[in-house]
């Protein structure tokens, strides 16, 4: 029998996606201080990323976000990876997350389970923060120049979905839509915000209508964010846009650089799911610092 598509899954209700997947690989003992991050265990520890993946099918996610977000041809490069194998590493990602699923299937866990696969945008590959400001001096037609070969590859290896995801500006967001068109998957697509605008200071009114009539895309959002923004952005999304809503925050502690760590306290709760349902949130998850504890939490407050 054929799986329901996560599109019309979401026309149906609420769906559980993952959480962030490098705090679930250092929880058991990876270091990811790399440049690569964790798309480096793509080519050095493969079977870590399924059991990563599989954690959370077993927390009660439904959906798994691939470990491709930082996986780019450019980044493969300057590691002597040549643009074969970064595309072999590439569709490996997905094959990782489908492995985890059927491995989670045999254990019991109900499906349909669905691979969505990340493509982060062009400043994770640089790992210096530009993911979080945007603006990189490069025209629309150079940023889709840099996403669509990935995409290809990425669109080319199977998943449900493909997950446009941290999306800083406008510039980006209009590449990327740009880039998914034609490729036979459909896509989120999810901003990183500040507030009520984007993280290079546009207001998401104009973001989130970008989508609104571009047929591949079938939720819009925002992931990695502070909690508190999640609800007033997803009522925003729903309405202009009238597609289902894809949210997943940070954990809401605050990266500090200098010190590199993590401060402040955690304002990811399980009881804030229900606002951002009432909202329009179909597809709810969570990014850094949220692991398979607390997406197991959100679970449970979502089947209640």
């Not at 007033?232 to 809503?245: D, F, I, Q, S």
Request: aromatic share 6%; with cysteine.
């Amino acid at each position: 029998m054929t799986s329901p598509s996560l599109a019309g899954a979401l026309a149906a209700g609420p769906v559980v996606l993952d959480g962030g997947l490098s705090n679930q690989l250092e929880s058991a003992g990876y270091d990811l201080s790399d440049e690569l991050w964790s798309a480096r265990l793509l080519a050095e520890r493969p079977e870590a990323i399924v059991a990563a993946h599989l954690a959370y099918y077993e927390a009660g996610a439904s959906v798994a976000i691939t470990s491709s977000y930082q996986a780019t041809f450019e980044g493969f490069a300057r590691r002597g990876i040549s643009r074969d194998r970064a595309a072999e590493l590439l569709a490996l990602s997905v094959e990782l997350a489908r492995e985890a699923a059927r491995r989670a299937a045999a254990k019991g866990v109900p499906g349909p389970l669905w691979v969505a696969a990340s493509a982060g945008p062009y400043g994770a590959m640089s790992a210096d923060g530009s993911e979080y400001r945007g603006r990189y001096g490069l025209t629309v037609s150079e940023l889709e120049a840099f996403h669509r070969p990935r995409l290809e590859v990425l669109a080319a290896a199977g998943p449900d979905v493909l997950a446009l995801e941290t999306v800083p500006d406008t510039d980006e967001a209009r590449a990327l839509l740009r880039a998914v068109r034609g490729l036979g998957v459909p896509a989120w697509l999810s901003y990183s915000v500040e507030g009520d605008r984007t993280r290079a200071g546009q207001p998401l009114e104009e973001a989130f209508a970008l989508a609104a009539d571009v047929d591949e895309i079938v939720a819009v959002g925002v992931n990695c964010c502070a909690p508190e923004d999640v609800g007033p952005a997803v009522a925003l999304a729903a309405r202009v846009t009238g597609k289902p809503v894809v949210a997943y925050p940070n954990s809401g502690e605050s990266w500090d650089a200098e010190a590199r760590r993590w401060r402040g306290a955690v304002t990811f709760t399980a009881d804030r799911v229900a606002g951002w349902e009432r909202a329009g949130a179909r597809l709810i998850g969570g990014c850094c610092r949220v692991g398979p504890d607390r997406i197991a939490g959100l679970t449970a407050a979502m089947r209640h």
